[in-house]
């Protein structure tokens, strides 16, 4: 029943290595996000897939790369992890209505990464 | 510029208190979004209400009430009769123009405690 659903909800692992967090909505939306919740609540977009394109591409590293194989997943890689990568990664789904972008976002229950 | 200012960064009230959180924003567009979320201790974001800059109608959703005011930029939130449940972190987002790369900006929010 799950809307948006991350996996895994926890995540810890060492400096330099490379892991993944997957992400899946059954909503039926077009359009997916990845953000970054960083230790003082604040909430900043990575990237937005719509329809499997690439829509919004935020000055992140480019260690961290998003892969949508389907419009219904959009999957986060992060390579050689570094410590200030810790954080709280949240995927989230909305629907277009038309051309415009007025819907509400629904969000997964959040990944905590710890780089230790 | 646009964006939004949530002044008060941390609120305590006593349980049964009525507390508003208030929400002001600016931009020039004439036709935008006002959204409100909700970050229990627990993580997840929970999105409440979604407004459109051309209904200035408020609304009740049981203990929950928001005040739109065009004139003064200002979609403040309610919470009548609190309960510690309501603790949380409460954001109030603008989504600005409808085109598919608008982001929603996310500011720090209001903490609000309530305590028994």
């Known amino acids: 029943d799950t809307a948006v659903s991350q996996t895994p909800k926890y995540l810890v692992t060492q400096m330099g290595n490379d892991k993944s967090i997957k992400c899946e909505q059954n909503l039926g939306h077009d359009t997916m996000y990845w953000y970054k919740q960083d230790s003082k609540k604040f909430l900043k977009i990575m990237f937005s897939?719509?329809?499997?394109?690439?829509?919004i591409n935020e000055t992140v590293p480019n260690r961290f790369s998003p892969k949508s194989p389907d419009k219904a997943h959009l999957n986060l890689h992060i390579n050689s992890l570094e410590l200030g990568d810790s954080a709280v990664y949240f995927c989230a789904s909305r629907a277009m209505r038309g051309r415009s972008m007025n819907t509400e976002a629904f969000f997964g229950q959040g990944t905590r990464l710890t780089v230790v | 510029a646009q964006k939004v200012t949530q002044a008060q960064t941390e609120i305590s009230v006593v349980e049964k208190e009525d507390v508003t959180l208030d929400c002001v924003y600016e931009t020039r567009d004439t036709t935008y979004y006002l959204f409100w979320y909700k970050q229990p201790p627990s993580g997840e974001l929970v999105f409440l209400i979604r407004r459109n800059s051309f209904d200035e109608q408020n609304e009740i959703s049981g203990r929950y009430s928001w005040n739109f005011q065009k004139s003064t930029s200002s979609f403040n939130f309610t919470i009548t009769a609190s309960q510690v449940v309501d603790s949380a972190v409460y954001f109030c987002l603008p989504l600005l123009g409808l085109a598919k790369d608008r982001k929603l900006i996310w500011g720090l929010g209001t903490s609000l405690a309530v305590n028994p």
């Open positions: 897939y719509n329809n499997k394109e690439l829509i």
